[in-house]
């Protein structure tokens, strides 16, 4: 056993590639993307490191060519669930045992492999099974999951170095364990690095885990599984287990030794997830920590100082960029008369200019939306809105699900800054404004802080350092990410810890040292050099 104190490599964000053209990424993307899209994977069940075949065979399509098959996958049934678990059980020990600069070597050399030879297959997997143009599966896949790996692996080793103060003659010391049983993580379609950090956190932490992913982000999600087998991950450490989601509610979620829960989706299924847990407390040999980030109702408000130029780029990139997938994409606007016919122009003008279309034709700045029920449910807002009084179409309203799920950026107004489109989360490239009067200020920023459930992510646009002061305080319980003049989308691990409060989740700030805290259980041991041998007290004493 070595004795060295090894120091952590220090993490940076990692660089991100243009693909502009002439640039050799653009040339080796567009290959692996012609390669990918020649080829039909099979994804098995992956437990305790074995392939699993089972009779449930789905399939993986493009969305913006939804006839296209990409990969067949193997769907886990109860069996498959419960060998999951108890191949997560048996890995426990030895994993959480493992000494842990060889635990974090793990995580550090998928991270390289990703930034290295594998940039171009998690790229081209997640703009094929996602519909994400080459910058945002850029941002995604190589940039945010290589920095959830470094960074996470640096806080978690920032995590161990927390220790309580000592005395004379006693030396007292923290010792970071995992959790008691297993933990269960469930992600994402939208973003494969999220995808990656979900199960890799806990972990890094010495957890083992049952990691179902989304079934429409299986292909990118089974490429990163299989990187980190090929950086050693131990088998039976992360099992992968693609299934309906009601069946791992009903055999995962309900285990006596599931430990905790890490999960980004929608507020009602984490709701239902809270629940269930709560209807089982009695039967878990722990309290499960559940840790969650869900919707948002994210807003844009601009104060009567603001640039309009600028407010008008930023609602563009945030409402629409991955056509509005995103829980932190501009939803919703608040912009004052003054500066509205100046705003409006320019959003009519430079949403009209947005090519929406396959991504793998790089001109385009919009790709699909993800499936059926997606393309279904962004659908029926337009067209309320399209039926409503209270509500005009300025840009876009239209839609085609004919070859891909494609619905064209889409720009509401309305009267009421209650609308239904002010307040739901829709999910896709529809951005909702209510133009507020200059003279009514304060009553506006009631409705921004109230007119939601959620409190995610927001963004003001003012020059005025007075108003931006004021507009901070007042809205410091709307957002758990807050921007000042940007959208409010984007956030970047280690600069921007991402997570909301109210019905956006727990705000444990995925990509911190926050949350990987969550995924340990503290022992404190206080050792003794000079026990005493007295039983009785000095103030016992007789006089």
Request: charged fraction near 20%.
């Amino acid at each position: 056993m070595s004795n060295g104190i090894f120091k952590i490599p220090t993490p940076t964000n990692e660089p991100g590639n243009t693909y502009a053209p002439g640039t050799k990424e653009r040339e080796t993307l567009k290959a692996e993307l012609q390669r990918q899209s020649s080829v039909v994977v099979d994804i098995p069940v992956i437990i305790n490191g074995e392939n699993i075949k089972t009779d449930t065979v789905k399939q993986v399509v493009m969305p913006h060519d939804h006839q296209h098959v990409l990969a067949n996958y193997s769907q886990a049934g109860e069996k498959e669930l419960r060998d999951a678990v108890e191949a997560a059980m048996a890995a426990k020990e030895a994993w959480a045992n493992m000494v842990w600069e060889h635990r974090a070597a793990i995580f550090l050399k998928a991270a390289d492999l990703i930034s290295g030879p594998y940039r171009d297959v998690m790229n081209a997997a997640t703009m094929l099974g996602q519909s994400k143009t080459a910058v945002q599966a850029e941002i995604d896949s190589a940039q945010e999951l290589v920095d959830f790996l470094r960074f996470g692996v640096d806080y978690a080793n920032q995590v161990y170095q927390i220790q309580p103060s000592s005395m004379k003659n006693v030396w007292n010391r923290t010792d970071y364990r995992p959790l008691d049983g297993f933990v269960l993580a469930i992600s994402p379609f939208n973003f494969t690095a999220i995808g990656g950090n979900l199960p890799a956190a806990p972990a890094m932490m010495g957890n083992v885990v049952v990691w179902k992913p989304a079934t429409t982000s299986i292909l990118a999600n089974y490429y990163f599984m299989r990187i980190l087998e090929e950086a050693g991950l131990p088998k039976g450490v992360i099992n992968f287990v693609p299934s309906r989601g009601s069946q791992v509610s009903e055999v995962v979620l309900t285990d006596p030794r599931m430990s905790g829960f890490h999960f980004t989706g929608s507020t009602s299924t984490f709701q239902t997830i809270w629940k269930t847990v709560g209807e089982n407390i009695a039967n878990y040999k722990s309290y499960p920590r559940l840790i969650g980030e869900t919707g948002g109702k994210d807003f844009v408000f601009a104060h009567e100082t603001a640039q309009a130029d600028k407010v008008v780029a930023n609602l563009v990139r945030g409402a629409f960029e991955y056509q509005g997938q995103k829980c932190s994409a501009a939803s919703r606007a608040y912009i004052p008369a003054s500066l509205w016919e100046e705003v409006k122009a320019g959003l009519v003008a430079e949403t009209a200019k947005l090519k929406v279309g396959d991504v793998r034709d790089f001109k385009n700045f919009m790709g699909a939306v993800i499936d059926k029920a997606a393309f279904d449910s962004i659908t029926s807002y337009i067209d309320y809105a399209a039926d409503s009084e209270e509500a005009e179409i300025i840009a876009g309203g239209t839609y085609d699900d004919s070859v891909g799920y494609f619905v064209q950026p889409t720009i509401i107004v309305t009267k009421n800054p209650n609308f239904k489109t002010m307040v739901e989360e829709i999910f896709g490239p529809v951005l909702t404004i209510y133009v507020y009067e200059n003279d009514k200020l304060e009553e506006t920023l009631e409705a921004v802080d109230t007119a939601s459930m959620y409190a995610l992510t927001g963004s003001i646009f003012a020059q005025d350092r007075g108003a931006i002061l004021h507009l901070e305080r007042r809205l410091s319980g709307a957002a758990g990410n807050f921007y000042i003049n940007d959208k409010p989308t984007g956030a970047m691990i280690n600069q921007q810890p991402f997570g909301g409060s109210r019905g956006s989740g727990t705000n444990d700030k995925a990509g911190s040292v926050f949350n990987m805290i969550r995924w340990t259980s503290p022992r404190v041991i206080k050792e003794n050099f000079a026990p005493t041998a007295d039983i009785a007290y000095p103030f016992m004493d007789a006089e």
